[in-house]
């Protein structure tokens, strides 16, 4: 069972780390396509915080307890690498959900008015987000491997 755990927790982890950068380097060729295909962009990353993100984020989460209950007390919730673990997914829900969810339904409202200098404000406002949110999933996934503190 641990094993099970274990590769759904890294699953999980793969999947919202790839989403990330498929967020961020899809962004500039697709907004580059015209406003149609900007607009479009947009609503997609959107999407995938519904589809990808959150599922993932919530497999992550669910798996990481399980993990630590599974551990037959080797590990508990106030190790280091641990409590690191439950921030990550916390800051990246937190920021999904105030920054990069509602800025890309904002975004490709801007791009279907053709307003460019607002498109271009948040998109680079949710990019540097998107970012903060994948440094601090592979510092995590760096803290996890090491088992810091542990």
Known sequence: MFELMQF????????????????????????????????????????????????????VFVTGFGL?????????????FVVVGILAVVIGAVLAMTVIGPNGRRIAAAYERADHEQAESLSR???????????V???????????WGA
Request: cysteine-free; hydrophobic content about 55%; aromatic content about 8%.
């Open 137 to 147: 999933l592979a510092f995590a996934v760096l803290v996890m491997v090491t088992r």
């Open 68 to 80: 630590v209950g599974l551990a037959n007390d080797v590990y508990s919730m106030t190790d280091p």
């Open 8 to 59: 759904l927790h890294i699953l999980g982890v793969a999947a919202w780390f790839g989403a990330n950068l498929v967020r961020a380097f899809a962004r500039g060729p697709m907004t580059s396509e015209g406003d149609g295909s900007a607009a479009a962009w947009h609503r997609v990353t959107v999407s995938m915080g519904r589809v990808i993100h959150t599922p993932a984020a919530i497999v």
């Open 125 to 135: 406002r949710s990019s540097l987000v998107g970012w903060v949110d994948t440094a």
